[in-house]
Structures are given as C-alpha cells and as structure tokens.
C-alpha cells in the first residue's frame, strides 16, 4: 500500500504569507495526487489535480508542483478563507489521504 | 447541480450491522465510479471503498475488508456501503464522493455532507 505523508501537522501564517506545504508519497504516484480543503464541519474540497491543475472555481493563488514522490502545495498569499485543512490524496494504486495540515492564524 | 445526500448513520452496538445509502443527483450517476471516505472525530480522512461506474471493480481498504461490501443501482442512483461486524474503530462520519472523471479512477471533485456512525455498547 502506498503511505502518504505531509508536512507540517501544523503551520501558523498570517494573511499575506506566502504557504507551503509538503506532501511525500511512499513510492512514485507519477502525476496522480489531488489537494483538498476542508473546513470544521464540512465535506473536503477539490482544490488541484493531477498534481499541478487547478480545479475549477479555485482562486489562482493555489498552485501545486511535483511528480513521483515529492508534491507541494502553495498558497501564495494566505487569506482570511484560507485558514483550514489541507489533505493530499494519491490515486495512482488505490486511494490514499495524507494525514493533513492544519493551517492556522498566527 | 451535483448533490450527494448519505443516509443510514446511527448508533449501533459492536458486533451489529448497518447499511449506508447515497442519493445521487444532477449527473449522470452510472458514467462514475463513487466512494465511501470515512472521518473519526477529531482525526483525518480515510478511504474505505470505491466502486466503478459498472460494478466491475471494487476496492477496499485492508481495514474494512471482509466486513464492509459496496455496491449501487444505477436504475436508482444510488450507492450503498453495508457494514458488517462493526468495531469501535469504525465510529465515524462517512462521506459519499463521486469521481472527476467518468469512466476512470480519478480524485473525487464532489462530496455529499456526510452520516455518522457511531459504535458503542
């Protein structure tokens, strides 16, 4: 089974910072991972595909990067909305969430 | 509009049986693979099952199989999750998610709100 791991656990940002987060795949995925969203009581949200592509409806200030193991997910301005949880997902070999990142307000 | 409403969540004693529903709307139900991803409280998200848009593949997480079976009927639009011999560790909120891509195994670009199982004596 295919193990994902993000990093931080935790980050502490203000509104306006540049935000990066980790995400390592225990065996190359390719391009296959998606970075979801997810706020208190609610359902998780598509944010980028395939690594890199923007899903729909998604501010241009979210972007990813990476391929095989290793994948980023930037926030390149932090704002008040974005404070929340972020999950990789990996669905080259059956699906597999990272344990997620908790962005919170510094 | 795509709406998923799960249904079916209470309370159930270990050992018991329980049976989740989801009602699909707003797309064209058998073109997708759909899924069941499970939240415990407090703690992250867990794939649990996946099923293609035909039925002709399923996939479970080692944690659940041989106790959990997934299955639709796409005359009804509907996905369903039968939980058998529940354990503590199942208790849960357990969210019904619809592919992006028809036809493939893709990441899930909708989610329905959820319904919680809980496991206790």
């Known amino acids: 089974d295919i193990q994902m791991t993000q990093s931080p656990s935790t980050l502490s940002a203000s509104v306006g910072d540049r935000v990066t987060i980790t995400c390592r795949a225990s065996?190359?995925?390719?391009?296959?991972l998606a970075w979801y969203q997810q706020k208190p009581g609610k359902a998780p949200k598509l944010l980028i595909y395939k690594a890199s592509s923007l899903e729909s409806g998604v501010p241009s200030r979210f972007s990813g990067s990476g391929s095989g193991t290793e994948f980023t997910l930037t926030i390149s301005s932090l704002q008040p909305d974005d404070f929340a949880t972020y999950y990789c997902q990996q669905y080259n070999s059956l699906w597999t969430f990272g344990q997620g990142t908790k962005v919170e307000i510094k | 509009e795509v709406q998923l409403v799960e249904s079916g969540g209470g309370l159930v004693q270990p050992g018991r049986s329980l049976r989740l529903s989801c009602a699909a709307s707003?797309?064209?139900?058998?073109?997708?693979?759909m899924h069941w991803v499970r939240q415990a409280p407090g703690k992250g998200l867990e794939w649990v099952s996946g099923?293609?848009?035909?039925?002709?593949?399923?996939g479970y997480a080692d944690s659940v199989k041989g106790r959990f079976t997934i299955s639709r009927d796409n005359a009804k639009n509907s996905l369903y999750l039968q939980m058998n011999s529940l354990r503590a560790e199942d208790t849960a909120l357990y969210y019904c998610a619809k592919v992006a891509r028809a036809y493939s195994s893709s990441c899930f670009d909708y989610w329905g709100q959820g319904t919680l199982v809980t496991v206790s004596s």
């Open positions: 099923i293609s848009w035909n039925s002709g593949s399923i």
């Open positions: 065996q190359s995925i390719s391009s296959w």
């Open positions: 707003g797309f064209t139900f058998d073109d997708y693979a």
